[in-house]
């Protein structure tokens, strides 16, 4: 088995990429978000079906979603790990509604190993924060 080191760099390349427009979760997920009044949801991104119940019905969004857990787990397999390794993991998107075009402007990761919890914070512009 890989280093648990390694974890830490698929929490911090998910939450990177989930900011990216090449996720394209954007702008589905902060359009539907805005038209239903939230300004941050939690995605399950280890769940069978990511896709939050509420928006289950928007195909784009759900395709998307499930796209990215499958990125979500195609880095977990390069870093040397398991899906079975994996016993949590979700993204935290939060929205500035009426800017942005509906990019999310933080989404903050979080992973559960057996042994240790791994979380990581990134802007719409790629910069990591502090969690």
């Given at each position: 088995m890989a280093s648990h080191k390694r974890?830490?760099?698929?929490?911090?390349?998910?939450?990177?990429?989930?900011?990216?427009a090449l996720s394209f979760v954007h702008p589905h997920l902060g359009k539907a978000c805005e038209e239903v009044g939230i300004s941050s949801i939690e995605v399950h991104i280890s769940k069978s079906e990511p896709c939050p119940r509420i928006f289950i019905n928007d195909e784009p969004l759900r395709l998307?979603?499930?796209?990215?857990?499958?990125?979500?787990?195609?880095?977990?397999?390069?870093?040397?790990?398991?899906?079975?390794?994996?016993?949590?993991?979700?993204?935290v998107f939060e929205f500035k509604h009426g800017q942005l075009d509906h990019y999310c402007s933080d989404c903050t990761a979080s992973?559960?190993?057996?042994?240790?919890?791994?979380?990581?914070?990134?802007?719409?512009?790629?910069n990591t924060e502090q969690v």
């Open positions: 974890l830490k760099s698929v929490v911090q390349s998910i939450a990177h990429h989930s900011v990216g998307a979603l499930n796209a990215l857990r499958e990125t979500f787990y195609g880095l977990v397999v390069t870093e040397g790990f398991e899906q079975k390794d994996i016993e949590s993991a979700k993204l992973l559960v190993s057996a042994s240790k919890t791994y979380q990581s914070k990134v802007n719409y512009l790629g």
